[in-house]
Structures are given as C-alpha cells and as structure tokens.
C-alpha cells in the first residue's frame, strides 16, 4: 500500500539534490511512503498517484528527529538536586549514585513503564530515532537488564557500565573498570551496539583517560562500536581518544582545547552537543559556532536524564542551540536530524530521500524556522502514515 502526504508548504529532505540550500527544501511540496520508505519527493503538481492520502493542510514536515544520546532506563527523581543547582550547587556527577540505587531497588515493570513513557513523550515532540544508554545500574546483573529492556524500544542500545564508579567500589576505580572490561560486559555485550563512558578526569565520580581506553578497547574486542561522553565538565583526553578510536561521536564536548577541535576537523567522529544539560546545571554552552567554522559535523541531542537533562524536548534543545550556541535555525535542524544519524551511523534516517524510512514530523507552523522561533510551543508531531 502507498501514500500520498500531501499539502507539505515547505519540505525538509536534507538532501541538497533535491531542493535548495544544505536542507533540500521543497516548497509546496509532496511525497510518498510505501512499505514504511519513502517512495517519491518532489512538488505537489507533479505527485504520482497512491492508494491513500493525507494532507497536512499547508504545514512543513521535517524528517523526523534523531535523539543520539539519551538515558531512559532509571528509577526515581532528582528534583531536589536541580533545585539545588539554581542555588549555586555545582554538577560533578555525584548525584548518579542515587539513581542507580533507586534503579537497582525497581523492578522491571517499574523501569519498562518508565522508558515506554519517555519514549512515548519523545515520538509525540518528533523525535523517531533514539540511543539508550544503561549506566543506572553498575553491577553485572543489573546493567545487563537495562540493557534487555532498552533493546525493547530501539535498536540503538549503548553499554555504558562506565557511567561512574559505584558506591560499593569507592577508593577501588581499577577493580570497578577490570569488572566492566570482563564479566559485566561479556553479560552486556549481546543486547548492545555501542560501548560508552564517562571520561572526566576532573570527576571524582567517572574515569580517567587510561582507565576509559581500556573501556572503550575492550567493547570494541567484543564486536561493540564506540561513542565517548568526552570534555563536558573540564578539558581532558576524551575528545582526542575518540578520534583516535574512530568512534562515532564524541558527546558533550564543552571545554575544548585548539587540539581538540583540529582532531574533531581532521577525523570522522561527530561532536554531538547537549545544551539541555548546560540549561539544567548552569554550565557554559558549547562554543558550536567555532567547531563550525572548523568544519566538525554535528549533532544534537537532548541527553534525557533525571538529574542533569530531564528534558525529552528535540525541539527544545534546537532552541537552545539557536539561541545560547550561536547555530542557525537550519544548522541546528539539520545537526538534530541528519547529525543525529551520524552520530549514530546511520543512512536510512535523518533525511527525506527515496529509500529512507519515512519518519516525518509535522510542524504546526508553515517553516521549520518556527521550531527556534517559538520555543516552548508543542508545535511538532510524529506523523503516522498507517504503512
């Protein structure tokens, strides 16, 4: 069965072939999905026909959004410590530990509730595609569970037992990261794609450069690809050892040196960028105009979270990324679109083009301009096709 979207006033494929500027934007636009991929895009008067029709009534449609860093498999609030940082209390990381105990205390049912709401409250703000860490859990078991339910509701799931050292092995980080590196990853390796961690020597919580190689090393023996939380609370290796790596993306990426952003210019790994957090814990922005200019593909991502980015809102952090980071409203659609799927090596989403998943977001608006224009709306929607 195929079907017509129709009425499209301004088009979004991200596919400069088929329209104009880096978006490929086609004005009055259609398209047509067949077997859950786009068949055709091109003007409305030139449409072929189908077996069903929709018309969106003059809205522009965007491909949906691709959230490539998120943490959705927890227990509990943090509401407290969020408060506390709009006083002045400084976000070091520390505050994991008591979502990883009220992690461990829930039980599956409680977690899968948790994660099918958030990704239901994503999939209602556009976002089509999105990466689930574990890292909430911290011992072999529980990890491994995180990870069973987050491949539940994505293909994108990430092995993030290096999140922070658990409480359990404070003043032993080495035995926590041979724990990782052994049992608890050949329990996690089977449900996950990806391997993580959190690198930030300036953390008393998280892991050194030595001790994050041997992380990342060890899930990529174990056939996992690699993704690096890297330079959020303080300059450090973790930018330069994911290009080293070769991994997909290099996330937070807010206190960077000269050699960081040369390294970033000069490889493939995406720096995907999280202004969400900056907004919940009062840190600097990233400076996403310089690595721009440098010539570093983006990413954005709202690294939802319940303690330093509770936030499930793409277009939320696109408005943050207009307004605090110095990108341009297509900028920043196309960094949360197609550097979404970058970030997460993916072809068949992030754009418009025939052959890709027809994951369409509509915009309450008549230009994806409104996305930045008016933050806060709920002015975006997955649109379901019925393929």
Same mark, same amino acid.
């Given at each position: ?16 072939? %088929? ?5 490929? &934007?086609?004005?009055?636009?259609? &398209? ?9 895009? @091109? ?21 949906? +959004?691709?959230?490539?860093? #998120? ?42 509730? %948790? ?14 595609? !999105? ?15 995180? &990870? ?49 961690? +959190? ?7 998280? +892991? ?13 023996? #174990?056939?996992?690809?690699? %993704? ?17 790596? @070769? ?22 790994? !995406? ?44 277009? +939320?952090?696109?408005? &943050? ?43 309450? #608006? ?22």
């Amino acid at each position: 069965m195929s079907t017509l979207v129709t009425g499209i006033g301004e088009l979004v494929t991200n596919d400069p072939a %088929r329209g104009d500027g880096p978006l490929g &934007l086609v004005a009055r636009a259609a &398209l047509v999905v067949e077997e859950g991929l786009v068949a055709w895009v @091109g003007p409305a008067a030139a449409a072929p026909d189908a077996d069903a029709r929709i018309d969106v009534g003059g809205r522009a449609v965007v491909p949906g +959004f691709v959230d490539s860093h #998120a943490h959705l498999v927890f227990a509990g609030d943090r509401a407290g410590e969020f408060e506390a940082r709009m006083s002045g209390a400084r976000y070091d990381g520390g505050g994991i530990t008591s979502t990883v105990a009220a992690t461990r205390a829930a039980s599956d049912d409680e977690l899968r509730g %948790r994660l099918g709401a958030l990704v239901a409250e994503m999939r209602g703000q556009g976002t089509t595609t !999105v990466e689930v860490k574990s890292g909430y859990g911290l011992t072999v078991g529980d990890e491994a569970r995180c &990870l069973r339910l987050a491949a539940e509701v994505t293909a994108e799931t990430t092995f993030l037992g290096a999140h922070v050292v658990p409480a359990e092995y404070a003043g032993r980080s080495d035995d926590y990261v041979d724990l990782v590196t052994g049992p608890m990853l050949t329990a996690c390796a089977p449900h996950a794609r990806w391997v993580d961690v +959190f690198c930030e020597p300036g953390s008393a919580h998280a +892991f050194d450069g030595e001790q994050a190689r041997a992380v990342l090393e060890a899930g990529r023996a #174990a056939g996992l690809q690699v %993704r690096v939380h890297a330079n959020q609370l303080s300059a450090g290796p973790g930018v330069r050892l994911a290009v080293e790596l @070769g991994a997909a993306s290099a996330d937070h990426c807010t206190h960077l040196g000269a050699a960081d952003v040369d390294a970033l210019a000069g490889g493939t790994t !995406v720096a995907t960028l999280l202004p969400g957090v900056e907004f919940s814990t009062r840190s600097p922005y990233p400076d996403a105009r310089r690595l721009l200019d440098a010539g570093v593909t983006l990413a954005l991502a709202t690294d939802c979270n319940p303690g330093s980015s509770f936030t499930s809102s793409m277009p +939320f952090c696109v408005a &943050l990324a207009v307004r605090e980071m110095r990108m341009t409203p297509a900028e920043a659609l196309w960094a949360a679109t197609a550097g979404g799927a970058a970030a997460l090596r993916r072809s068949d989403v992030g754009h418009l083009a025939p052959g890709a998943r027809a994951d369409l977001a509509v915009v309450d #608006a008549p230009s994806y301009r409104h996305l930045a224009y008016r933050p806060g709306v709920p002015l975006v929607r997955t649109l379901d096709v019925g393929v």
